[in-house]
T-cell receptor
């Protein structure tokens, strides 16, 4: 059974056109993360939520925003996608700092035309 | 951002051979995770390590948490074609919810 679900798996958008990627989890985990991954590089953390507390990485562009309306869902909003934002976007969860294992979803591959 | 040194960067091996890869850090970690990622998919957790010196197996995979807490090793025994993929380590220190990822080891298995 899928535990971390990402939709859609593939997303095509136009340069400058806002796009939203979604993530949901059935694990009831407190922490949700968004990563960007380019061409076989390591995943790069964009931000994470611990419950409702939002934590942005210092080098995450302002173009990237996130929302977590409830425990199960988290969204990544890209306000004005550029060509350089084409990448795989990975959502991950972990239960808490005590249980530290992190689980990833299958990812959404974003293409910017 | 910060990354862990992972080696080797890539490996080509014959089916049936054993594989070893490692991650090193200048920082001390309390947790090491090992993931495998197939093309177009998210990383899948293979092994989690929580204590220095811990040795954990998952089928043909064995991973160790280094005594110094600055490194970790992953071994794959008797490799098979489906072992092909990119293997990432990830380390985390206490007091943070963030993981630092290794640069990845790309494994190719020749039948």
């Amino acid at each position: 059974d899928a535990m971390v679900i990402q939709n859609p798996r593939y997303q095509v958008t136009q340069f400058g056109k806002p796009v939203t990627l979604s993530c949901s989890q059935t694990l009831n985990h407190n922490v949700m993360y968004w990563y960007q991954q380019k061409s076989s590089q390591a995943p790069k953390l964009l931000f994470h939520y611990y419950d409702k507390d939002f934590n942005n990485e210092a080098d995450t562009p302002d173009n990237f925003q996130s929302r977590r309306p409830n425990t199960s869902f988290c969204f990544l909003d890209i306000r004005s996608p550029g060509l350089g934002d084409a990448a795989m976007y990975l959502c991950a969860t972990s239960r808490s700092p005590i249980t530290e294992t992190q689980y990833f979803g299958p990812g959404t591959r974003l293409l910017v035309l | 951002g910060q990354q862990l040194n992972q080696s080797p960067q890539s490996m080509f091996i014959q089916e049936g051979e054993d594989v070893s890869m490692n991650c090193t850090s200048s920082s001390i970690f309390n947790t090491w995770l090992w993931y495998k990622q197939d093309p177009g998919e998210g990383p899948v957790l293979l092994i989690a390590l929580y204590k220095a010196g811990e040795l954990t197996s998952n089928g043909r995979l064995t991973a160790q948490f280094g005594i110094t807490r600055k490194d970790s090793f992953l071994n794959i025994s008797a490799s098979i074609p489906s072992d092909v993929g990119i293997y990432f380590c990830a380390g985390r220190d206490s007091g943070t919810y963030k993981y630092i990822f290794g640069t990845g080891t790309r494994l190719k298995v020749l039948a």
